[in-house]
T-cell receptor, first 118, second 115 residues
Framework: AQKITQTQPGMFVQEKEAVTLDCTYDTSDPSYGLFWYKQPSSGEMIFLIYQGSYDQQNATEGRYSLNFQKARKSANLVISASQLGDSAMYFCAMREGRGSSNTGKLIFGQGTTLQVKP | DVKVTQSSRYLVKRTGEKVFLECVQDMDHENMFWYRQDPGLGLRLIYFSYDVKMKEKGDIPEGYSVSREKKERFSLILESASTNQTSMYLC??????????????FGPGTRLTVT
């Protein structure tokens, strides 16, 4: 069964340093997509970055990059040069290609709370 | 700018009350979703809908029902609220057939407390 695991409930990082948030997934579908969302204390989920299972390159969006290791089934989020505004909860999510690309269903991990220290 | 709105940010209800949570999107999306978010459990899918009057159960539908009479509106109903339904409820929408990469757009959430 498809599953997403985030093993770090909480993390601290010093401002301006880089931080890696871990995400591992499990699926038997060769076609899938991986997402990262940010949830500030206001509650709204903000889409950050996407990686497709067939993408050859790791996805990048500004200070966010996704370290995609297909054989290890991991999709870690790397935030470079952390800012105070990066303090939030971060969720990893997956969509399988079998059927879900039309329904748009996502499976979410448990989330990691990141706190950036000044 | 795309928008998903939810009727209330905070809601306090009594045990046994019937509760309606409303969600409206202005993106003409076919798919709409209701999740509940609890600490340590992430987001869990309650119900989703891929068309008007169509609905499918998610992972935790017990104690909930939904209604989708118009494309832009998706309602979550707690027929008889219980204290274990105290949670954050998030609504989302997405395109149908959008492919693997199309993200879900989320509303601001409703924090429901059942006393």
């Amino acid at each position: 069964a498809q599953k997403i695991t985030q093993t770090q409930p909480g993390m601290f990082v010093q401002e301006k340093e880089a931080v890696t948030l871990d995400c591992t997934y499990d699926t038997s579908d060769p076609s899938y997509g991986l997402f990262w969302y940010k949830q500030p204390s206001s509650g709204e989920m903000i889409f950050l970055i996407y990686q497709g299972s067939y993408d050859q390159q790791n996805a990048t969006e500004g200070r966010y990059s996704l370290n995609f290791q297909k054989a290890r089934k991991s999709a870690n989020l790397v935030i470079s040069a952390s800012q105070l505004g990066d303090s939030a909860m971060y969720f990893c999510a997956m969509r399988e290609g079998r059927g879900s690309s039309n329904t748009g269903k996502l499976i979410f991990g448990q989330g990691t709370t990141l706190q950036v220290k000044p | 700018d795309v928008k998903v709105t939810q009727s209330s940010r905070y809601l306090v209800k009594r045990t046994g009350e019937k509760v309606f949570l409303e969600c409206v999107q202005d993106m003409d999306h076919e798919n709409m979703f209701w999740y509940r978010q609890d600490p340590g459990l992430g987001l869990r899918l309650i119900y989703f809908s891929y068309d008007v009057k169509m609905k499918e159960k998610g992972d935790i539908p017990e104690g909930y029902s939904v209604s989708r009479e118009k494309k832009e509106r998706f309602s979550l109903i707690l027929e008889s609220a219980s204290t274990n339904q105290t949670s954050m409820y998030l609504c989302a929408s997405s395109l149908i057939g959008g492919g693997l990469s199309y993200e879900q757009y989320f509303g601001p959430g409703t924090r429901l407390t059942v006393t």
